[in-house]
């Protein structure tokens, strides 16, 4: 990575493509990871590669959600560990938060791989190979989740999660979290706070609003819960594309 200056105009496109092709290379990303970061790539294009003002205000959202929790889980998927892993440490550490590995396309293989990922970027605990509960409404791979992490929060943050899976914790009663630079996917519509971000962004600001937030009284964490709206949110990230300058 080091050859791709700081300055390119497409440099976080650059930075990822590279990290997804070493995370499939490592057994980490599974080759449809490939198509999914293609089609975040050319929402981040007509996004400007740049955080808005409203997907900074979801962050600081998702960090007040994660800091009010009793039992705050990040879910992390295949893209998600190629990109972001230490930076997935270094928000669960920030917000005490558990690590679960949690993917689509579930292989043994491909789990320990990640948990193993996970460890070398200094977790200290990584769950998901338990995989002894599941969501109701999905199909046996899909469904399993750790009793004692996604199945036992009240707060998960779920990157890059699939549509069906995002809908069913939802009905779960999470508060949900979802990071997704598709505005019109399903993941975000239905999030109790969408972050329509690259994840590469998205991860560390999260943390950087932790921290920031660390010694909040509880009564300003819940006003700015309470402030934010989902939905003006969704519809700021789509106008900024509709109405966009990429020159
Ligand atoms: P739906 O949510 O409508 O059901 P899907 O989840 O089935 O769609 P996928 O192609 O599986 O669609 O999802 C990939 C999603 O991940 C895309 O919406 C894409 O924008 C998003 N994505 C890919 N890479 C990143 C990234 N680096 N940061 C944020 N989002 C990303
Ligand atoms: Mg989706």
């Known amino acids: 990575e080091a050859e791709i200056p700081e300055d390119h105009p497409r440099h976080d496109s650059l930075v990822t493509r590279h990290r997804i092709e070493a995370g499939v290379e490592k057994g ?9 970061q293609g089609r975040g790539e ?17 962050a600081r959202a998702a960090a007040a959600h994660l800091l009010l929790a009793d039992h705050p889980v990040v879910s992390v998927n295949g893209n998600a560990a190629a990109l972001v892993p ?17 993917l689509f396309n579930r292989t043994e293989e491909r789990m320990r791989a990640i948990v193993d990922h996970l460890l070398d970027h200094g977790a200290s605990e990584v769950k998901g190979l338990a995989a002894d509960a599941r969501l109701p409404n999905l199909t046996h791979e899909r469904a399993k989740v750790d009793a004692d992490g996604i199945a036992d929060a009240d707060v998960v943050l779920v990157p890059l999660e699939d549509g069906d899976r995002a809908a069913a914790l939802a009905d ?3 508060a949900e979290i979802v990071i997704d630079l598709n505005p019109m996917s399903r993941s975000v519509q239905v999030a109790d706070v969408p972050i329509v ?8 600001n999260i943390t950087a609003h ?4 660390a010694h909040a ?20 990230a789509e106008r900024a ?5 990429l020159s």
């Open 241 to 245: 594309i509709r109405d966009g300058d």
């Open 86 to 102: 230490g930076e997935l440490v270094a928000l669960a550490d920030a917000v005490g938060a558990d690590l679960e590995v949690n």
């Open 28 to 36: 980490i990303t599974s080759r449809q990871g490939l198509i999914a």
């Open 172 to 174: 779960l009663g999470k």
């Open 210 to 213: 932790a921290h920031e937030l």
């Open 197 to 204: 971000d690259n994840i590469l962004r998205a991860i560390p």
């Open 42 to 58: 050319a929402f981040d294009y007509l996004l400007g590669e740049r955080t808005l003002p409203s997907a900074d205000a979801a």
């Open 217 to 236: 009284e509880r009564a300003e964490l819940e006003r700015i819960v309470g402030a934010f709206d989902a939905a003006a949110t969704l519809d700021d």
